[in-house]
């Protein structure tokens, strides 16, 4: 697990139907376009608001566009519950690389719960885990130690990291090279992260400027900070206009106003966004010099 993941949207038809020929489109787009590997599923895909059905559409047509490129396709999975956790992580393993497991959400178990949590879903299942941490959507921030102690897991291959602001956590977990990849999963912060030796990142802006992300990785792979930098300093403005309003929603309105996707409905309760929301975004965007 390297380089920029690019988190895919769920595309829907104007009936409301997953669009499956715009997501084709998309996911080739993004790999097309230097992103080293597909997620799909997450919550940038909307997955808790797809049907069994739906889903099984989305990873299959992940799946064969993966495979057409040779690249790896991370797959959402995980709930509140670890019984839950492991039948949707069986479902779901045999068409992903990876899953991408959230931290157990709003119970708020104990860290020792957390760590036996992943345990339990990486022995259940043949493809190794990327636990998700993201503390402001589950209210459960975990200690240096227990995100270290997931990491030392057998079963997991890295960690998406999503603290929302380089804090003392990242700081540690960064600092003592755990030896399994850490990406950022706030886009955002990608650089800095990056430059604090994250192996890359997950990143929804990625499906709209997957080039762009591409090359700030590849910048700091190469150890040209300052290129990297230039990279960050043209797309912190378009990563900060597309989350403006709850995501996808103004994601997806710039796709299809870019014709990577077809229409830009979200379903409810998330709403169409505001169309000035779209028009700074989409002007961010195609101000990027690059």
Not at 28 to 47: F, I, K, P, Q, S
Not at 69 to 75: D, K, Q, R, S, Y
Not at 159 to 177: P, R, W
Request: charged share 20%; glycine share 8%.
């Amino acid at each position: 697990m390297h380089g920029i993941h690019a988190s895919l949207v769920t595309p829907f038809t104007a009936s409301g139907e997953v669009d499956a020929k715009s997501l084709e489109r998309l996911a080739r787009h993004c790999l097309e376009n230097g992103a080293d590997g597909l997620v799909a599923l997450g919550t940038t895909g909307e997955a808790a608001l797809l049907s069994a059905a739906e889903q099984r559409t989305v990873l299959e047509v992940c799946r064969g566009v993966s495979i057409e490129h040779g690249t790896p396709l991370t797959v959402g999975a995980g709930t509140m519950g670890t019984e839950d956790s492991i039948r949707q992580a069986r479902e779901r393993a045999p068409l992903a690389d990876a899953l991408l497991v959230v931290v157990p959400y709003y119970l708020r178990p104990s860290e020792e719960g957390v760590i036996d949590h992943f345990a339990a879903v990486g022995a259940a299942v043949d493809v190794p885990l990327i636990p998700y941490n993201v503390p402001y959507r589950t209210a459960k921030p975990l200690s240096a130690d227990a995100l270290l102690a997931i990491l030392a897991l057998d079963c997991v291959a890295g960690m998406k990291h999503c603290a929302g602001a380089i804090d003392q956590e990242t700081l540690t977990v960064l600092a003592a090279s755990p030896g399994k990849a850490v990406l950022s999963g706030d886009d955002a912060f990608v650089y800095p992260m990056l430059q604090l030796g994250a192996a890359g990142g997950v990143a929804a802006c990625a499906c709209l400027a997957p080039a762009a992300y591409a090359a700030m990785a590849r910048a700091t792979r190469e150890g040209n900070a300052a290129r990297a930098l230039t990279f960050h300093n043209a797309l912190l403005p378009m990563a900060e206009a597309l989350f403006r309003e709850p995501s996808p929603a103004v994601l997806k309105a710039c796709l299809a106003g870019e014709g990577l996707i077809d229409d830009p409905a979200v379903r409810a309760p998330l709403h169409a966004p505001r169309p000035e929301s779209v028009a700074t975004a989409l002007k961010a965007f195609r101000r990027l010099p690059f």
